[in-house]
Structure formats: C-alpha cells, structure tokens
T-cell receptor, first 114, second 114 residues
C-alpha cells in the first residue's frame, strides 16, 4: 500500500542549530513533493516544492533535498529560531493523480528552544 | 492571511444531523480543494473542484458532498453525522489546475459532533 511517513515524535533542538526533518514514501511515483508549515489550529502554509528531477531546493534558511532512489526527502532549517516551532508536513503529488490531489504525511512537530 | 475564507470557524452539532461548510477562494483562483484533518488520520484530501466542475476525488464518504458555485465559492455538505466526523475541515484554493500549483489553505472549520 502507499505510505508517506514522517517522524511522529517531536524534534527538539536548540536555537541556532540546524533542524532536519525526514519524509519517506513507498509505492508512489511522485511528480513533485511539497513541504508545508502548520501552526496549531491553523491551515497549512506552503514553503517549498521540489520536482522529481531536482536534487535540492533552497529558500532563505530552508533547504529541501529529494532522493527518488531512497524515496526520501529531507527538510532542513538552518540557524533555527523559536519562531520556527511548528508542525511540518510533506505532501506528494502522484503522477497518476487526477487534478492536483496532494497526499500528506502525518507531520513532524519541531520545537526550537531558546 | 492566505486570502481563503471559511465559515463558520466552529460548529457543534449532534449525531445524525447535517451541516454545510462554506469556503471562498482567493480572488482569481478557480480551483477549490477540501481536506479533513483528524488526530488519527492526519490531513486527508476529500475533493477538488475547478471552475464549477469536479476535478478529483479522494476518500470522500458518500454522506459527504460538495459543489462549487458560479461565483466560485464552494460548500461542503456533511450529512448523517457520526462522532468520527469530528475534525478540522480545511478548504484550499489555487489559480487553476496547472502542474505544481501552490495551494493556499483557509483557517479551517472545527466540527464537533456530540
């Protein structure tokens, strides 16, 4: 069966360190993968998109890598700040999906301590 | 603020009842998506409409239905409600149905079925 897995345990790091979150998938052929940020009780906010033929994407302090052989994406936040504390969701668009259907992982909660 | 509005913010109802959730997309966006987020299931895609027509369907129950009106707002109707339907319901919108479109999420409607 198709699965998108993110570490369900919270990730606690110290301010200034690099946070690395993992998204693993099985039985998908993703056209692209997206990362979203979600704060408690609010809707997800789009952060970055990376296509299957791209290895890495950067935006300010954010970096995403995509390894279709390992079926894994890594999401990095460098020089992390307490304001980065949130839940981060990865989402795939499968090639066989009609429309723009996204399938989301369960999310990883990040806590950045001052 | 994503520009997507959802009403109501909170809804408390009883089992067996029917409710309607409303979504107004960002100005200019033709695609509307509905998602359900519960603690045990995560963020699940329900259905997508594009310019009034159904475009993609996820694991939407038969008790649930949606439509998109000529003014592009959308409604999600949930009937014969069960306790397990308690969740956050998000609407998202995007410009169209092009590849890799960014989805902008609304603030959500929190539904509690008692």
């Amino acid at each position: 069966s198709q699965k998108i897995e993110q570490n369900s345990e919270a990730l606690n790091i110290q301010e200034g360190k690099t946070a690395t979150l993992t998204c693993n998938y099985t039985n998908y052929s993703p056209a692209y993968l997206q990362w979203y940020r979600q704060d408690p009780g609010r809707g997800p906010v789009f952060l970055l998109l990376i296509r299957e033929n791209e290895k890495e994407k950067r935006k300010e302090r954010l970096k995403v890598t995509f390894d279709t052989t390992l079926k894994q994406s890594l999401f990095h936040i460098t020089a992390s700040q307490p304001a980065d504390s949130a839940t981060y969701l990865c989402a795939l668009r499968h090639y066989n999906n009609a429309g723009n259907m996204l399938t989301f992982g369960g999310g990883t909660r990040l806590m950045v301590k001052p | 603020d994503s520009g997507v509005t959802q009403t109501p913010k909170h809804l408390i109802t009883a089992t067996g009842q029917r409710v309607t959730l409303r979504c107004s997309p960002r100005s200019g966006d033709l695609s509307v998506y509905w998602y359900q987020q519960s603690l045990d299931q995560g963020l699940q895609f329900l259905i997508q409409y594009y310019n009034g027509e159904e475009r993609a369907k996820g694991n939407i129950l038969e008790r649930f239905s949606a439509q998109q009106f000529p003014d592009l707002h959308s409604e999600l109707n949930l009937s014969s409600l069960e306790l397990g339907d308690s969740a956050l319901y998000f609407c998202a919108s995007s410009v169209g149905v092009g590849d890799a479109e960014t989805q902008y999420f609304g603030p959500g409607t929190r539904l509690l079925v008692l």
